[in-house]
């Protein structure tokens, strides 16, 4: 049975971390690692989550899946059994655990996320076991039917983590996170941990099992031309906020945000007379504790005038399911990656 509407639709998220100091821990200020954010996601499609470093991403990802509690905002998630959509940002940990299932995480660092004292049979067993999924021989053939899925020999299954190697351990997360046939993975820079030519070993991997189970993608990156391949449609972040929301095509053809016209000059090109066209941003991303008034981008932007500096640009849907976040998104003339030439 197919459910018409998104699988699931994030309004207005926020989270703020409370910064202490001092003997008695009081509270200073705030981190807003994510500060008001929107968009949605449909069954079986892929959203690509794209900013860079400390812009609020990961937070988003954990948000999501019930690791962080959220300051404000809506996560509404439509259960695939037909019931009415809930939303797990106001539910307690104990409400949650019937949709948990449904939603699952692939992480940037394959070291870190596999337990080094389980072997592979054990952690691929583990969320069947203790969801009380399967046992005895259903169980064991489903932990062999997930880690052929992910293109690993039976065998393998008596092993521990520190024989693999980062490719190998990011395909076992990948069948660990397989394991309760979720309906939505966050996957958080799976592949930036890897060498390039496994990379796309596990991109294919990934596109292969989205196309079999028809699950929704949340893929996080700061890598735009990666998430290219992936996405149909792109949020991209800055400090905490989305500063433009489109379909791939859109963006990559013509960007409205500066932000997303410097980020694009920065992917490697094939036509070298578009060398130099490189914009190298001033300065760093802006402080999330301390955010610059107006546009948080403006003091980094090549196009900032007087009203940037004193207005916050609001998030305007500026054309049929184009979303940007600036005051001149309608008059300037961006270059886009399909201008540039980018290899991707
Ligand atoms: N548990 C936490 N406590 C306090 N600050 C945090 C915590 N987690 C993340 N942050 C801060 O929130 C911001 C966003 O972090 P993160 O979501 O990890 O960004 P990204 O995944 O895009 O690199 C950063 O400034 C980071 O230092
Ligand atoms: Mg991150």
Known sequence: MSIPGPLLEVKDLKKHFPL???VFRRVVGHVKAVDGISFKIDPGETLGLVGESGCGKTTVGRMIMGAYHPTGGEIWFQPPNGSP????AAMTSTEMKPYRPYIQMVFQDPFASLDPRMTVR???AEPLVVNKVAKGAELEGR???????????????????????GGQRQRISV???????????????PTSALDVSVQAQIVNLALEIQRQMGIAYLFISHDLGLVRHFSKKIVLMYVGRVVEYATADILFGRPRHPYTEALMSNVPSTRPELLGRKIILKGDPADPINPPPGCPFHPRCLYSQKICSEDKPALREINPSHFVA???AESLDLRGCDALGCVI
Request: a positive charge; hydrophobic letters at 45%.
């Open 143 to 165: 932990v062999r039917e997930l880690i052929e899925m992910v293109g690993l020999k039976v065998q393998y299954l008596n092993r521990y983590p520190h024989a693999f190697s």
């Open 122 to 124: 054990e952690i691929l």
């Open 175 to 189: 069948a660990r996170a397989m394991a309760l046939y979720p309906r939505l993975l966050v996957a958080d820079e």
């Open 85 to 88: 959509r809930v939303n797990l």
């Open 326 to 328: 600036c005051h001149f």
């Open 20 to 22: 202490h100091r001092g």
